[in-house]
């Protein structure tokens, strides 16, 4: 059931009563891994609900070859098209187009994974100067990952091209403004097409 809100969209905080719901959880100090698969890991763990009722939760952390951050990327040319980059997802079983985007490394700030991901993806090159990181948030509420949003202006395209993974696949396509927010909004659209681009237009840099 959704929260009530105030008539603006603002959700309304119940009384106290409520609050107890969310506060009175309590979490095992031991967690399993029960499963990892490159990136990603599944985790169980046990859990006693507020109503004092023992339970099993799992969630996706990151695995052995990743940190727990991602960032995508909202590439801008000079004339202020945008550079996304379409995929095959597996997952889905159909091909997506995207934002560039990728895992963060160890002592890697979310603005130079962006660089990094940026040329290696689509082989654009970007000044440091001209990164934005907006912000952070929780793509998944069944993912313990925290991902960040940054906006590339007046990227270039490298002589030599992108420098993708060996596991990736990806082809390059450079829109307008109008034709990636279309895209964003398609009904196959991912997590790292949507949010970005709406998170770059409220910020004003489309």
Known sequence: ML??????????????????????????DERERVATAGSLALVREGVVRPDGVRDEHAYVDAGDEDTPEAVAVVALTPGGDVVLVEQYR???????????AGGVREDESFAAAARRELREETGYAVDRRNVDVLQTYRPMGVARVRRGVAVATDVEPLPDG?????????????VSPEDAMTRAT??????WTLTPLVLAERAGYL
């Open 3 to 28: 929260a009530p809100s105030d008539g603006d969209g603002k959700c309304l905080v119940r009384p106290a009563a409520s609050r107890r719901m969310v506060e009175e959880w309590a979490h095992d």
């Open 90 to 100: 597996p997952t889905f079983g159909e091909a997506c187009v995207e934002c560039p």
């Open 162 to 174: 992108p420098d993708p993974d060996a596991d990736e696949f990806l082809d390059v396509r450079v």
């Open 186 to 191: 398609e009904a196959n659209a991912t997590g």
